[in-house]
């Protein structure tokens, strides 16, 4: 049974936002990191959000060629490109106070499709939050949406949605804020993946911009 192959990217002591997929892809788990399909749009929405061309090009050599550890890290001379670019999108992240992770530690899956995810074990993302400034949590479309709600729920945190136009706003309890000694804000946000087919990039951007507003706000705080 598939696990989830990474830790959270970008974390440092300055985090503010996280963003939460479902489970990696193929491609991501054979490349070794997070959004590596080449037509999923999520480096694109964030480089063009941000204006960083150099993040906004998706680097996808075949995977084949790649040659990972059994812990999938890359280690090989000739992979040093993807290791690069790993690191300026690592570095990107935390520029801009961003943390990569996804809801699913371990799970039956058939090749990338959120919809054929079973037997879910959630990573634990209130250990997560216990132990960071995060107070934003951005939720990479419906499936990491849903599964979630449902790992909230589970541990008697409900979150009640309302709908706006491009996203919708997830509100916790009060005994959340409580818990965590500080507010967090909760945001469903279109899937970037290319099977999202109708939500074009420009309706992205427009939905995603809550992370400049957001990313822009807590910096001054």
């Not at 812990?71 to 935390?94: D, G, H, M, R």
């Not at 309890?173 to 420009?202: E, H, V, Y």
């Amino acid at each position: 049974m598939p696990t989830h192959p990474f830790q959270p990217s970008g974390l440092n002591a300055d985090s503010k936002t996280l963003i939460l997929g479902s489970f990696p892809s193929v491609a991501s788990r054979e490349m070794g990191f997070y959004y590596a399909h080449p037509q999923n749009r999520f480096w694109k929405v964030l480089g063009t959000l941000f204006d960083d061309k150099s993040i906004a090009q998706n680097l996808a050599p075949n995977p084949a060629s790649l040659k990972h550890t059994k812990q999938k890290t890359i280690t090989s001379p000739e992979n040093q490109a993807l290791i690069n670019n790993i690191a300026a999108k690592t570095a990107f992240l935390q520029s801009h106070s961003l943390v990569l992770w996804d809801i699913v530690q371990t799970c039956e899956i058939i090749g990338s499709s959120d919809s054929s995810l079973k037997n879910i074990a959630f990573n634990d993302i209130f250990v997560l939050l216990s132990s960071s400034k995060i107070k934003t949590i951005c939720l990479n479309g419906t499936k990491a949406s849903a599964l979630f709600q449902k790992y909230c729920k589970n541990l008697d945190f409900p979150l009640t949605a309302q709908t706006k136009e491009y996203y919708k706003i997830l509100i916790p309890p009060p005994s959340f804020s409580q818990k965590f000694n500080r507010n967090i804000s909760f945001f469903s946000l279109p899937s970037t993946s290319p099977t999202n087919a109708k939500t074009n990039l420009q309706k992205l951007l427009i939905s995603w911009q809550i992370l400049l507003y957001f990313g822009i706000r807590l910096r001054e705080q």
